[in-house]
């Protein structure tokens, strides 16, 4: 009950005295639950309507949302032999233990650094989101004009998480298109394969940095090297200086055989012939002829005047004279080039070696559950959707209800009723609907309006 307070004599806004009772106490709890109650019950007929209306904008609502459909596919943790000794030597210390709790525990609190999480880190960064959203165009997809607003929705569409117990990695791509959500979720994985072995910093991987750079020079060290060689070699018509040595010391020897041979020949038919013999003058033909290979062969002397007639003349290979001095060059260049080429095979074989530890090192992925296409859509939740929105406008439903009850016993020279008519006043004055108030903007507003009002009764065929 009220407890009021004796009357005293107060002026209303309008000048009349009116007795004011001033409250002392309040109602008790009990009596102002039942009289809320009360309330609501005379007004269930505008609750069955609020009602009614929310379900109806719920289901409105929940039917016009565009669909979305979420692809999730999942990733093995690393190897064991992949992570750091310092991670090794933690999960064998914590191996006995509690396990892989333990192991994540030991290894936040040392600030080590975890292969799982250095997987989400690469596949958040902007170079892969931006290679995403070329590939896939989303800049055109998600209506975005600049590509740093594509990444960022791709972003908040994508979901990476990490089991800290088992280390496996969720990724969870959301779109309106199933087959693009599990094309995205599937391209993640191959860019991160991609970018993990771009940025590996593994010591293979800078060894085959190294080797593959020292080779690129051992290369084109080889190269001038036997082009060097080889136009010497063809300029001298040098192809094996110790083969043709011996096979230009066996040919000299034999036609200086066939020399003696010959002149033997020769002075014994002078015993018995003369000059002008046919036979005579035969072997003096041939023993011209040998004396002038054996002198091809074996090189012209030097002259008094220290120049040196060649008498290699048109001679395809070198004389033997000249051999021992085109060997010096010959086999200088003939060792630069086998000591690049095996310096190049030596390299070679390192580099391979080195792809192949570099392939170990570096920490590659393990699909656990591929990326496919989701049948049934994650997004929107239309029976939450259509019962939230229910229940809200049934909570609108009791406010209002509440308030304009109180507005109704509020009595007309209230100063707070006062106030609130005077702001809704002024706020309707500048509507659309209310009459100009001299403004020319407020009258072209209204003019507006009242086309717009009357169009579609103009509209309506009867």
């Not at 003696?260 to 023993?287: C, D, M, P, W």
């Amino acid at each position: 009950m009220r407890e009021l307070a004796p009357e005293r004599q107060v002026e209303d806004v309008n000048g009349h005295v009116v007795p004011e009772m001033e409250e002392l106490g309040t109602i008790e709890a009990p009596d102002r639950t039942v009289e809320r109650l009360r309330l609501l019950w005379s007004e269930r007929r505008f609750l069955r309507k609020t009602l009614a209306a929310g379900v109806v904008l719920g289901v409105v609502i929940a039917f016009l949302l565009p669909k979305h459909f979420q692809s999730t596919a999942q990733l093995m943790p690393p190897d064991s032999s992949d992570s750091s000794p310092a991670m090794a030597m933690v999960g064998a210390l914590v191996s006995g233990g509690s396990g892989g709790g333990l192991a994540a525990l030991a290894s936040n609190l040392l600030g080590l650094k975890n292969s799982s999480a250095v997987f989400v880190g690469i596949m958040r960064s902007y170079t892969v989101q931006e290679r995403l959203v070329d590939r896939f165009d989303l800049q055109k997809v998600y209506g975005r004009k600049f590509k740093e607003d594509a990444c960022k929705e791709l972003e908040d569409n994508t979901g990476l998480s990490e089991d800290r117990k088992s280390g496996i990695i969720s990724i969870e791509v959301t779109d309106r298109d199933p087959n693009r959500a599990a094309a995205i979720a599937g391209a993640y994985i191959e860019e991160l394969n991609r970018l993990a072995a771009e940025v590996s910093t593994s010591a293979a991987h800078r060894e085959r940095v190294f080797l593959e750079e020292r080779l690129r020079e051992v290369k084109r060290d080889l190269n001038t090297a036997a082009t060097k060689f080889s136009v010497f070699a063809s300029k001298n018509t040098t192809i094996d200086i110790d083969a043709q040595a011996k096979a230009m010391v066996e040919a000299a020897a034999t036609v200086q055989g066939e020399l003696i041979a010959a002149e033997s020949e020769l002075k014994g038919f002078e015993q018995i012939y003369t000059h002008n013999n046919v036979r005579i003058r035969a072997l003096k033909g041939r023993i011209a002829e040998l004396q002038a290979q054996l002198l091809k062969l074996g090189g012209a002397p030097p002259a008094e005047g220290g120049q040196g007639a060649s008498p290699q003349g048109d001679s395809l290979y070198p004389s033997i004279r000249q051999l021992p001095l085109l060997g010096v060059t010959y086999f200088d260049l003939y060792r630069e080039a086998k000591i690049q080429e095996a310096v190049y095979e030596a390299l070679t074989q390192q580099f391979e070696m080195a792809k192949v530890q570099e392939a170990k090192e570096t920490p590659s992925v393990k699909v656990l559950d591929k990326a496919n296409v989701p049948e049934t859509k994650s997004f929107p939740p239309r029976l939450l959707i259509i019962f939230l929105t229910t229940c809200l406008t049934l909570v609108g439903g009791v406010f209002w209800v509440q308030v304009r009850a109180r507005w109704e016993r509020t009595e007309s020279g209230h100063p707070g009723k006062i106030l609130a008519l005077e702001v809704f006043q002024t706020v309707n004055a500048h509507m659309p609907w209310s009459t100009p108030n001299g403004s020319r903007l407020h009258a072209m507003v209204h003019t507006a309006w009242v086309r717009l009002a009357r169009r579609p009764q103009a509209d309506d065929p009867r």
